[in-house]
């Protein structure tokens, strides 16, 4: 009993607890909706039911979130990771659709090498203008948000490019192992990012250089250089993003695709335990922010939400989610629950003076 | 801290210094072709001033090119803006035209409120506006000459009397999916409005579900993906427009049934990659709506510059597509 009772803070105050717990309930909610909903089933050889679809769709925007953890981390945000999405994408299938044979797999490897090779430089275009010319990260990538937008439409001649390529679909709705392509690739860039960053001491150097930028710098850290580095690792997983985003409907369209990204992945972040000041990330928390996002999302879908009320109850879990993560609201929340005579009430006010400390 | 901070932020004011430039500097590009010679003295060819919503789809872009090509054949000299989807460009663009004195003034609104003021400009200055493919909800209609456009609730309404058509030998409930496009755009409400009215003949006919695609291919897919799964029975899916369709046709195919055979496919719009599918046998039935109205557009021009009296509202020209008929037309589609 009395390991339980310490054992249950240690779990109730992990800072995933409760998104987590919103995101059993969404499927839970779901379930009594229509009980086969966690239903899944094998059809042509691979998994098929809801929940396949909740982790494929969520593929992309764990791999925009990933890259904006990172830049969160240093204290930046990079808004344009939308544009981004939209003009790789584009680029690919531009590239694809002018393939004699589109399901050429050298044609189609060239094409998601030239969309990366974009990725790169719109990355470096970012970076250069937070990091070496010092320009705020929400104005200077404010800017590749409106021009990228336009630089995909120009790609596309604003039109929708349909492509025809079974390789270049793969990225979106393939299978390896009876798994869906995209969140096996999503969960392998999260592991290399988490090794990259937690294996070695780039994950630490980040947080130096997010909580403070110029302590790092006379620490030694080239603070510059890390900032760079972290946009462009969002440019580029914002692209691999754009593939599979096109890839899913075969089409890139340069006004609609990725659109809004952006705060879908910010959200993510922040409900996956990241401060938005910068400093300490958590890229598993940014996972869980993603996956409850498209949850919610496809949730409106199955449960036949009516349109017109869906943002609504989209905005009512999401606020929920964000106050009872604020350790300030639950103590302000607890103590009212429990200073009904009771001895915790000394034990909440101390919680609260430590939070406001 | 406060020496560095200091720094930042007066790099951060020349940084937005900059970027508000190079914002500026995208207008005066976007508004150039509107600028220049007044081209109204001399000759007497009748000037048009055209604003354009923007380039967000393939549909647009062929209502573009319409009037382009229309106004060349008719011997108008155009004067384009393209609005990138802003009213406050659309307003500057108008009163452009209203200095340069062109003959007509023709637009298609970005949104529906707060026309009044410059269109008053416009009246005053004794220049015809008509307004193309969507309306404005101005109480004063003196203000525009006449409205030339598509009837979505009766795109929607052809798409349901065929369905009615086609089910009236149907014993049993026939289960529908309905695919809206925005949430409270004129088209979404308009085509669901005139889809419910028709269906309504046939009580067998039922809307089981209807969720907002947003008028793209990955929302169509997502949606159908949920309603596939939420309803064993699905006989027709009505999408309200093209690009929803064959998002959901990827969906349709992934969970193992045949579109336009096991489920029936009915869409709005007609573009290319749509009369494709109808002609490969995957979607049923479209109800075109037509960007197609640059020879309408300058028919009216001339008959409102020459004082005649149009009727306040036209509708473009438009028909429906089967899968034989979409086979016989698609060789010969501009968009």
């Known amino acids: ?357 | 801290m406060g020496i560095t901070g200091n720094t930042f932020t007066r790099r951060g004011f020349g940084a937005m210094l900059a970027a508000g430039l190079l914002v500026t500097g995208l207008g005066a590009c976007a508004n150039s072709d509107t600028g220049g010679d007044a081209g109204t003295g001399g000759d007497d060819k009748l000037v048009l001033g055209f604003s354009q919503v923007g380039a967000e789809s393939g549909w647009r872009t062929a209502n573009t090119t319409s009037v382009k090509e229309a106004a060349a054949e008719a011997g108008i000299e155009l004067k384009f803006d393209d609005a990138q989807q802003k009213q406050e460009n659309q307003i500057k663009a108008i009163r452009n035209f209203i200095q340069q004195k062109v003959d007509v003034i023709a637009f298609s609104p970005v949104v529906e409120s707060g026309w009044d003021t410059v269109l008053k400009e416009a009246k005053d200055a004794g220049i015809p506006v008509i307004l193309t493919d969507r309306a404005v909800d101005s109480a004063d209609k003196s203000l525009y000459k006449t409205f030339l456009g598509s009837d979505f609730v009766k795109e929607g309404r052809l798409a349901g009397e065929w369905l009615v058509e086609e089910t009236k030998s149907a014993t049993g409930p026939v289960n529908i999916v309905e695919l809206q496009g925005t949430t409270g755009s004129a088209p979404a409400n308009d085509r669901k409005k005139g889809f419910g009215e028709a269906i309504a003949a046939n009580p067998n006919l039922k809307i089981i579900a209807s969720q907002s695609g947003d008028f793209t291919r990955a929302g169509g897919k997502a949606v159908m993906e949920q309603f596939l799964k939420a309803n064993p029975k699905i006989d027709v899916l009505f999408a309200h427009n093209d690009d929803m369709g064959l998002g959901a046709l990827e969906a349709i195919t992934a969970a193992g049934k045949v579109p336009g055979k096991d489920i029936k496919i009915i869409t709005v719009d007609a573009v290319k990659d749509g009369m494709q599918a109808l002609a490969d046998g995957k979607f049923n039935f479209i109800a075109e709506c037509s960007p197609l109205l640059g020879p309408q557009l300058m028919d009216l021009a001339k008959k409102v510059h020459a004082g005649e009296e149009v009727p306040p509202r036209i509708e473009t020209e438009e028909t429906t597509f089967t899968q034989q008929t979409a086979k016989e037309a698609l060789p010969t589609r501009k968009y």
Request: aromatic share 6%; charged share 10%; glycine share 10%.
């Open chain 1, 1 to 357: 009993m009395g390991s339980w009772r310490r054992g249950l803070p240690a779990v109730t105050g992990h800072r995933l607890f409760w998104p987590v717990v919103v995101l059993v309930l969404l499927l839970a909610a779901n379930v009594v909706y229509r009980p086969s909903f966690l239903a899944v089933e094998v059809k042509n050889g691979h998994l098929y039911g809801s929940l396949v679809d909740i982790v494929r769709l969520s593929a992309p925007l764990i791999l925009v979130a990933l890259g904006m953890t990172l830049v969160i981390a240093t204290g930046g945000i990079d808004l344009s990771v939308g544009s981004v999405v939209a003009v790789s994408g584009a680029m690919a299938c531009l590239h694809i659709s002018r393939q004699p044979d589109q399901n050429n797999l050298g044609g189609v490897l060239v094409a998601l090498a030239m969309a990366v090779g974009i990725a790169l430089l719109l990355g470096i275009w970012n970076g250069t203008l937070v990091a070496v010319i010092g320009i705020q990260p929400i104005i200077a990538t404010l800017i590749l948000m409106v021009a990228g937008r336009g630089l995909a439409q120009l790609i596309t001649s604003g039109q929708i490019i349909t492509v025809n390529s079974d390789p270049y679909r793969m990225i979106g709705v393939g299978h390896v192992l009876t798994l869906p392509f995209a969140i096996v690739l999503a969960l392998a860039v999260t592991l290399l990012v988490a090794v990259l960053t937690r294996r070695t001491a780039l994950g630490m150097i980040i947080e130096a250089v997010g909580g403070n930028s110029e302590a790092s710098r006379l620490a030694g850290i080239r603070a510059r250089r890390i900032k760079l580095l972290v946009y462009v690792v969002s440019a580029v997983c914002a692209a691999v993003a754009g593939f599979m985003m096109t890839a899913n409907v075969s089409s890139a369209d340069g006004n609609a695709a990725g659109l809004w990204v952006e705060l879908d992945a910010i959200l993510a972040v922040v409900i996956g335990g990241t401060s938005l000041a910068g400093g300490r990330f958590y890229l598993g928390g940014t996972v869980v922010g993603a996956l409850l996002i498209q949850t919610l999302t496809t949730s409106v879908y199955a449960m036949n939400i009516d349109p017109q009320t869906a943002l609504l109850f989209k905005a009512m879990v999401v606020i929920a989610v964000c106050l009872i993560q604020a350790p300030a609201f639950r103590a302000k929340f607890w103590r009212r629950r429990t200073s009904a005579g009771s001895p915790a009430a000394p034990a909440g006010e101390q919680r609260k003076e430590q939070v406001a400390a």
